[in-house]
Nanobody, 122 residues
Framework: QVQLVESGGGLVQAGDSLTLSCAAS????????MGWFRQSPGKEREFVSG????????HYADSVVGRFTISRDSAKNTMYLQMNNLKLEDTAVYYC???????????????WGQGTQVTVSS
């Protein structure tokens, strides 16, 4: 099994920045692409960003292009999501996901974290 633990969420004001982290442990050798999803109250979980196994390729939802940056440090088994210029509509629970295949665009979440709350206030 693979365990994913998110951290870094919190309450910020619109326009602020925040960095989320996702620490992976366990059978991490079985994972390839990773990414972030989010879910707002009353809405379905949506894809935010994905990154390839080697970290060289990334993909973003249109709503976060130019504001969010995904990265990973394989030596630390940690993935990050740098979020800049946060908007009210970015408020959601953010989930880390890992896939057993290296498909970072249509990311399949084989493993999930518990989520971290990001709240953006005006």
């Amino acid at each position: 099994q693979v365990q994913l633990v998110e951290s870094g969420g919190g309450l910020v004001q619109a326009g602020d920045s925040l960095t989320l982290s996702c620490a992976a442990s366990g059978r991490t050798f079985s994972t390839r692409a990773m990414g972030w999803f989010r879910q707002s109250p009353g809405k379905e979980r949506e894809f935010v960003s994905g990154i390839s196994w080697n970290g060289r390729s990334t993909h973003y939802a249109d709503s976060v292009v130019g504001r969010f940056t995904i990265s990973r440090d394989s030596a630390k088994n940690t993935m990050y999501l740098q979020m800049n210029n946060l908007k009210l509509e970015d408020t959601a629970v953010y989930y880390c996901a890992a896939s057993r295949v290296d498909s970072f665009i249509n990311l399949r979440g084989d493993y999930w974290g518990q989520g971290t709350q990001v709240t953006v206030s005006s």
